[in-house]
């Protein structure tokens, strides 16, 4: 198999997430338009369910296919490989079915005593239906990034996706009428057809790549395979369930946290969907990098460690560490300039906007978690991962309780803070303790920093004085942020934080 360098399969997954979240961000102001804010927050009150599904039948076990699968593939074992995506499909497919089979029928328990929306028993029975879809795509998708083929998870996004905005516009004119109810199984059953069209394609590459590799038959046992499968599986799938409890406690409890600062049942609804349905997407926006780095790390780290390449392990986290703090820091700086201004854009509540202001700050704690989660999946520091996100689940649902009922969603912003401050630390430390990597205080922190804090000034003043008078909203909102980050990536290189061998080294193979 051709080699493929980090950056390489991060530009491919990261193209496709560009698609994928524009075509998704489209969606979201046209159900925002169409629902409201408090359609929205009922909305957003289902993916508790769905990421409680995902890390129950997909997540650790996905990641655990990914893992092996580039150890075998780094030594030519593609029989090897192959078995252990099938082993995968052996344990996830019946127990995603028994899953989708419990949730059907306890549907209505879920939507009343733990969404505590009666109305969302439709579209959670919708929901269970896609189980064992999504289980068989991730296991695929985890097989092929694995083996570093970045361009098939990058196309079954594009086309889950897209899948899910055709199915969403031509049934619109049938579910919105019908009020929120029916809106929200829309978005739900939009949801599922991209899982289903997603697994088909995922299939379909799956048969056509077997064919073009030259197998000899497999030299690990079944039983082997199965066990170790299931000591990666079983780590990860523990985490990212009881995280995704957590999380899912978390979302659950804000609107009812502001009811008791003083909110109304609809006003608290409809707070909780300009935060967690239009800022937080926008926030989430530029993470698109970092998560696909993340996902392409599992596989590339797991080599290194498995040839024991520690120079190699070393180099590639000091990019990724690098890569993502300029990422965060440039995000930081453009949400807190021109918060308003994106916000009334996309969706012409300025309220949306100073949420987003009040984000902008978590930004680059949040941005690195994603690269130091794959860090710690590709070394095998599975418990560690878990620990750590129990201690910051613990610390936000306490913030949460003891905030929120006084000062409001503020509360809220703080929980976020304290919780990915906490846990980025602690994924930080154990990463450069268990590689042997000394902090870059000056590429990684100040220099970033220094660069965002100039590049901000410049964009507001220049925003104030000039771009607000001569060009409508949304395109002066354009032409600032673009100028913001031209002027903090050359800031970058002036302070040679990035440098020309820098580029050569993203571009390179």
């Not at 809220?412 to 902090?439: D, E, R």
């Amino acid at each position: 198999m051709k080699k493929k360098s980090l950056i390489t399969g991060t530009l491919i997954l990261t193209f496709a997430s560009l698609i994928t979240r524009l075509l998704g961000f489209v969606f979201r102001v046209y159900m925002s338009n169409v629902m409201g804010a408090e359609g929205m927050g009922l909305y957003q009150l289902l993916f508790p369910i769905y990421m409680l599904l995902w890390a129950a039948s997909s997540a650790g076990i996905s990641l655990a296919i990914s893992k092996m699968v580039a150890e075998y593939t780094s030594k030519g074992q593609h029989s090897d490989a192959i078995r252990v995506l099938k082993v995968a499909l052996a344990i996830g497919v019946p127990f995603s079915t028994l899953l989708s089979i419990l949730l059907y029928f306890f549907a209505p328990f879920v939507a009343t005593y733990f969404i505590h929306e009666p109305i969302t028993e439709l579209s959670i029975r919708i929901l269970a239906s896609c189980i064992p879809f999504m289980c068989t795509a991730c296991c695929i998708r985890g097989y092929f990034q694995g083996r570093q083929e970045m361009s098939i998870s990058a196309i079954a996004q594009i086309g889950e996706q897209a899948m899910r905005m055709l199915v969403i516009y031509f049934f619109a004119s049938f579910f919105i009428p019908k009020g929120l109810k029916y809106a929200c199984a829309l978005g739900v059953l939009g949801m599922c057809a991209g899982e289903v069209f997603s697994f088909i394609m995922t299939i379909i590459f799956f048969k056509l790549k077997k064919y073009q590799l030259k197998l000899r038959p497999a030299t690990v046992p079944y039983h082997s395979t199965l066990n170790k499968l299931l000591l990666l599986t079983i780590p990860i799938t523990a985490n990212r369930f009881l995280t995704s409890i957590l999380q899912s406690l978390e979302n659950i409890l804000i609107p009812i946290q502001l009811q008791k600062f003083g909110l109304s049942s609809h006003a608290a609804l409809g707070l909780y969907g300009e935060f967690s349905g239009m800022a937080l997407p926008l926030l989430f926006f530029p993470s698109m990098v970092t998560m696909s780095l993340s996902t392409v790390l599992v596989p590339t780290i797991s080599e290194a460690a498995a040839m024991k390449n520690q120079s190699q392990l070393q180099r590639t986290m000091s990019m990724a560490i690098q890569f993502s703090s300029l990422i965060g820091v440039g995000a930081t700086a453009l949400f807190f300039s021109l918060s308003r201004e994106i916000a009334l854009s996309c969706y012409g509540i300025e309220e949306v906007g100073h949420l987003l202001k009040l984000l902008a700050i978590i930004c680059p704690f949040l941005y690195l978690q994603n690269i130091l989660m794959g860090a710690m999946n590709g070394l095998g520091m599975q418990k560690q991962t878990f620990k750590t996100n129990i201690i910051g689940s613990l610390i936000c649902i306490s913030t949460i309780f003891l905030i929120i009922p006084k000062k409001g969603i503020l509360g809220f912003v703080v929980a976020m803070l304290l919780q990915s401050g906490t846990v980025t630390t602690l994924l930080l430390w154990h990463v450069l303790k268990n590689i042997s990597l000394p902090v870059d205080v000056y590429n990684w922190i100040m220099k970033p920093i220094a660069s965002g804090i100039i590049c901000s000034l410049f964009t507001i003043s220049l925003y104030r004085s000039y771009l607000s008078t001569h060009f409508s909203l949304p395109m002066g909102t354009m032409i600032a942020t673009l100028l913001l980050g031209c002027s903090y990536l050359l800031s970058l290189f002036a302070l040679k934080c990035l440098t020309l061998k820098d580029i050569k080294t993203i571009v390179g193979s």
